[in-house]
């Protein structure tokens, strides 16, 4: 599959203007066979690289998605992890923080779940919420026991960016590779996949009330996550924005950038020593007889 993936990477020390970034871009495929014909490839490449991955247990991934309601997170994540050994992948959901966690500072609950050595680590919404929901509906600030003057001076953002900037760099630098997506949704879009939920009865348990009362602040959360994105996408941990009106179009995308995450990282098998292959050599006689 020909992807110019770079394009839908956020630059480093740039401002983000989503209206310049589409919803829906071409379909890289032309029927739903071929759709799943170049899904299954890049699962199956995922699959083999995270193989390497998990035996030389040097380094993970951690894999971070945000959207708006409605994007296709979820279903991303069940269809690109599909074929990946679940003793090397682990996929962690983040909803209304606990009243432990609220105890603690806003890092604590995802660092607790990030990926072992070896391990793939997907983060379904994530850190980044305290920078996206938090910021829209600020109030929320009050239930997390912050000191003053935290709780009501406007620099607390920038001082979480600056958090999560440094928190990415060390885990770059202790061998965790970040990449992080968000699922551009239109909010038409999100609107249609509203009433496929209402209108179908297997999907009615997906439906929040709350979400709609959401879609009121739609310009609020824009401008969070146009903040967010200028302040956090760097060299060592980027943001893709991901046009998500199509979703399975959104799914090649966000396959293929992590096909070319996992390449670069060169994974192998590590290496027998010789010594280790007499070792083995004398067993395998022992075996044998």
């Known amino acids: 599959m020909k992807l110019a993936t770079k394009r839908f990477r956020v630059r480093a020390n740039r401002d983000v203007d989503l209206g310049r970034f589409p919803t829906r871009a071409k379909p890289l495929y032309a029927s739903d066979k071929e759709y799943e014909s170049l899904l299954a490839a890049n699962v199956a490449r995922i699959a083999k690289l995270q193989n390497f991955l998990f035996a030389e247990d040097r380094r993970a991934l951690l894999v971070v998605f945000q959207g708006m309601d409605g994007a ?13 050994n679940p003793a090397g992948c682990q996929v962690f959901s983040f909803k209304q923080p606990s009243s432990e966690e609220l105890d603690h500072d806003f890092l604590w609950r995802t660092n607790r779940c990030l990926p072992e050595r070896g391990r793939i680590g997907v983060f379904n919404r994530s850190y980044y919420e305290e920078v996206i929901v938090v910021r829209v509906h600020p109030k929320l600030l009050d239930a997390q026991h912050l000191p003053p003057p935290s709780r009501k001076d406007e620099s607390i953002w920038k001082h979480r960016y600056r958090s999560i900037v440094e928190l990415e760099k060390h885990l770059h630098r202790n061998g965790t590779r970040v990449v992080k997506f968000f699922l551009h949704l239109s909010k038409d879009e999100q609107r249609q996949r509203f009433l496929a939920r209402i209108d179908d009865p297997d999907k009615n348990w997906k439906f929040n009330h709350a979400d709609v009362d959401e879609r009121g602040f739609w310009k609020d959360y824009r401008k969070a996550y146009e903040a967010c994105l200028s302040a956090t996408s760097t060299d ?7 046009p998500a009106d199509d979703k399975p179009n959104a799914r090649l995308i966000v396959s293929q950038v992590l096909v070319e995450v996992l390449e670069d990282l060169d994974l192998a098998y590590p290496k027998t020593t010789p010594a280790h292959r007499r070792e083995l050599l004398a067993i395998r006689r022992r075996l044998a007889k």
Do not use: L
């Open 72 to 84: 296709g997170k979820d279903s991303a994540i069940r269809h690109i992890f599909s074929g990946i």
């Open 236 to 242: 060592h941990a980027p943001w893709y924005v991901v």
